[in-house]
């Protein structure tokens, strides 16, 4: 069965190499100049700066990182600049460099094709940090690293300006950027947008340090189940308690709006496992869910909301719905232009609309939220368009099974990211990845 791998040229609005020789790669995008790709050196990881006993100095709110894992604890990297930047940079006196720093897992730019989002958008440069995950030896702790390192990055790449951080990111496991605000390892007033893809976490660990004053919680920071019936308790969706200390997001989220009055906060809730919410619950050794929350377990100001299953008055979509179709035929689209799956293997939902043509991938809007307070680039290849406008105007409507068929497909042929091998019991992990791909373009670029 033929499956993505690495050297998979999936994305086909990205015309670049998807594989280097070595650690960079500059070269030509078609139509534009030169770009520049690169990533850390094999075994020439950065030690994370959230753990003390790896860096000088104190760390305000260090990381439980245990001492037998200090050699592991480090972060890899990868650096996409665009033509824009990478031609500015070229003068005699280059400009300051904007930069969006994302956390997630790793290679975000290449896995989830967000290099054409930044050439488009020619404002900024993309630095990508590796994270850890729970499964991962020794478990999962936040990691980073601080503005002095990351001058150090780009100057290793051959670039002259310097790196302004202009936009934090957080993917998946990097809801820890949180911790880049809290122990201030960049200067926060240049940053201009906190974006958390599928990451609304409250961020229980580490400990509240000694001394810092409680968070300050809002209203929906809390449950909005104050009174549980008899024999029913409130839990997240990941079945943990309300828990109002250390509460790292709130915290970092007052730091940061204090140091740059007009940041705009925002979040994409795509998954009850990326961005739970309360919920009423049975009490009792296996408690079951009886009541679902509205949501998510931390109160975001921009909140871009795609797990409302209920459809607006005049629609037939749901956010919910819509934003499974487009992700799935986007994926299967993807995989069929790449030859790892024939054009009629999708189910027959999926074949129509795919068929009559997907809008180009970075100009779909996820909420009306999301494209008040995003800036278009000039150079998108369409108008955008609502996602729910867009699914409004399909002819069919998949069922659950065609659905669950046209998601396995993409769990097949791991489609949505090389040796991705999620759970069978958990097929919707596209919307997780999706929100980043499909989205990417709106608030990451710098």
């Known amino acids: 069965m033929a499956v993505r791998t690495w050297s998979t040229a999936f994305y086909d609005d990205e015309k670049i190499p998807v594989t280097k020789s070595g650690s960079s790669w500059t070269g030509p995008w078609p139509g534009k100049g030169d770009v520049l790709w690169a990533e850390s050196a094999s075994g020439a990881g950065l030690p994370n700066e959230l753990n003390a006993r790896l860096v000088a100095g104190t760390v305000h709110q260090p990381e439980p990182v245990p001492a037998s894992f200090d050699k592991q604890d480090v972060i890899t990297w990868s650096l996409f600049v665009p033509s824009a930047v990478l031609k500015a940079d070229k003068e005699k006196k280059p400009p300051t460099i904007p930069l969006t720093l994302l956390l997630g897992r790793g290679s975000e730019e290449l896995g989830y094709g967000l290099r054409v989002f930044f050439e488009r958008a020619g404002t900024g440069a993309l630095l990508c940090l590796s994270g850890r995950e729970g499964g991962d030896a020794g478990g999962r702790w936040n990691q980073g690293i601080g503005q002095k390192t990351i001058e150090k990055v780009i100057a290793g790449a051959g670039l002259k300006g310097k790196p302004e951080v202009r936009v934090l990111a957080g993917y998946s496991t990097g809801y820890g950027v949180v911790q880049t605000i809290n122990n201030d390892l960049v200067p926060l007033a240049p940053v201009k947008r906190l974006v958390l893809f599928d990451c609304l976490y409250r961020c229980d ?100 909301e795609l797990r409302n299953q209920t459809a607006a008055s005049g ?10 179709m487009i992700l799935l035929c986007r994926y ?30 970075g100009t779909v809007s996820a909420t009306p939220i999301s494209a008040n307070i995003t800036t278009a680039p000039s150079s998108l290849p369409a108008k ?38 999620y759970a069978l019991d958990d097929l919707t992990e596209y919307r997780h990845a999706g929100v980043l791909s499909e989205f990417g373009w709106e608030l990451l670029p710098p």
């Not at 629609?315 to 499974?324: E, I, V």
């Not at 129509?352 to 997907?358: E, N």
């Not at 955008?384 to 068929?405: C, F, H, I, M």
């Open 205 to 304: 660990s580490p400990p509240l340090p000694k001394g810092d004053p409680n968070p300050v919680l809002t209203s929906n920071d809390k449950p909005e189940f104050a009174s549980p019936p008899a024999g029913q308790q409130v839990l997240g969706e990941n079945r943990e308690p309300f828990r109002a200390i250390p509460f790292n997001t709130r915290r970092a989220i007052a730091r940061l709006t204090s140091a740059s009055s007009s940041v705009v906060v925002a979040g994409y809730s795509a998954t009850s496992g990326g961005s739970p919410r309360y919920c009423l619950f049975t009490t009792g050794a296996d408690p079951k869910m009886t009541r679902l929350g509205t949501r998510p377990i931390v109160e975001i100001a921009s909140l871009i």
């Open 384 to 421: 955008p368009v609502d996602l729910v406008t867009w699914a409004n105007g399909l002819k069919s409507k998949p069922s659950g099974k065609e659905r669950n068929a046209a998601a396995l497909l993409l769990r097949q042929h791991e489609l949505v990211l090389p040796g991705w091998q």
């Open 315 to 324: 629609s037939t979509w749901s956010p919910y719905a819509a934003l499974d």
């Open 332 to 361: 299967l689209d993807l995989g069929i232009k790449a030859g790892l799956i024939k054009a009629t293997d999708p189910p027959a939902p999926h074949q129509a609309a795919i068929s009559a043509g997907l809008p180009p991938r």
